[in-house]
């Protein structure tokens, strides 16, 4: 971890609501300055669990039909497969929203296109062209947007997306989403967002609870590599945000919770 905020709750259920609450406010701000938001969401208990949390609160001051919606990462199986990140991204909160469809942008499924490259390039592609249309390109000349939030959750051994300890995939440095075939947490084909394209948002908000990632978030504070500690090598260009349970932060060096 570099420059980074910590910000410690008591447990999963308040860092979902805490984070849920800040999430809205920042899509307000998006908007008031830039007439539109962008997104990008996280599969796994916690963000979901964070996307519920928005369902509860009160969103007048939103305008759903202008944010535009992306994915970090997705597992390659079919559109209606449980598995599938956009599913449980619907069922939990996007389907009620009044979102514009054309600003829903999904990872092409398994019974969409034939291999996770094909995914991978057309979403690189979606990627890029909205990146122009909008004119908001981070400075690096990433061909992505400058995402407005980047949520991502992080497994126990310290992955996110589907950008896993060791794996070719964390160390590219030009491409901006690849297919993942030997992922070692099932299923095994994903496709995923990169690091230069995950570090284009302008805010990247990592979301973890749960003592069995004590582990993984005290090697990233402590400067790991991205290559082993994928956590690690992320940071937005604005602001990076460690969202932390108590039990999550139980081997940070200091931890403090922010709801005392
Ligand atoms: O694609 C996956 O297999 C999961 O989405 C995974 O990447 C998840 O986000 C993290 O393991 C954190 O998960 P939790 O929030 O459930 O701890």
Redesign the pocket.
């Known amino acids: 971890m570099t420059e980074h905020d910590v910000v410690i709750l008591a447990d999963p259920r308040g860092l979902a609501g805490h984070v849920a609450e800040r999430l809205v406010a920042e899509i307000a701000t998006a908007q008031a300055a830039r007439g539109t938001a962008s997104v990008v969401l996280?599969?796994?208990?916690?963000?979901t669990?964070t996307l519920t949390a928005v369902g509860d609160l009160d969103t007048s001051g939103i305008d759903w039909s202008r944010v535009d919606v992306w994915w970090g990462?997705e597992?390659f199986v079919a559109a209606d497969d449980a598995e599938r990140?956009e599913r449980a991204a619907r069922a939990a909160l996007l389907d009620g929203l009044g979102l514009d469809p054309a600003r829903v942008h999904a990872i092409p499924a398994a019974d969409a296109v034939a291999t996770a490259e094909d995914a991978a390039e057309r979403y690189a592609a979606e990627l890029a062209t909205s990146s122009e249309t909008t004119g908001s390109r981070p400075a690096d000349g990433t061909a992505v947007p400058a995402f407005d939030v980047l949520l991502?959750?992080?497994?126990?051994d310290a992955?996110?997306?589907?950008l896993f300890p060791e794996l070719d995939a964390v160390q590219e440095g030009r491409r901006t989403v690849l297919a993942v075939h030997d992922?070692p947490?099932?299923p095994p084909h994903?496709v995923t967002l990169t690091l230069p394209a995950i570090n284009a948002a302008r805010q990247v908000w990592l979301?973890?609870?749960?003592a069995d990632?004590a582990g993984a978030v005290a090697l990233a504070a402590n400067g790991a590599a991205a290559q082993q500690v994928p956590a690690a090598g992320v940071q937005g260009t604005e602001r990076t945000v460690w969202f932390l349970d108590t039990a999550a932060a139980a081997r940070l060096p200091r931890p403090r919770r922010d709801d005392e």
């Open positions: 996280t599969g796994g208990g916690m963000g669990r990462d597992r990140n991502l959750g992080v497994g126990p992955h996110v997306a589907s992922a947490k099932p994903r979301v973890v609870a749960g990632k």
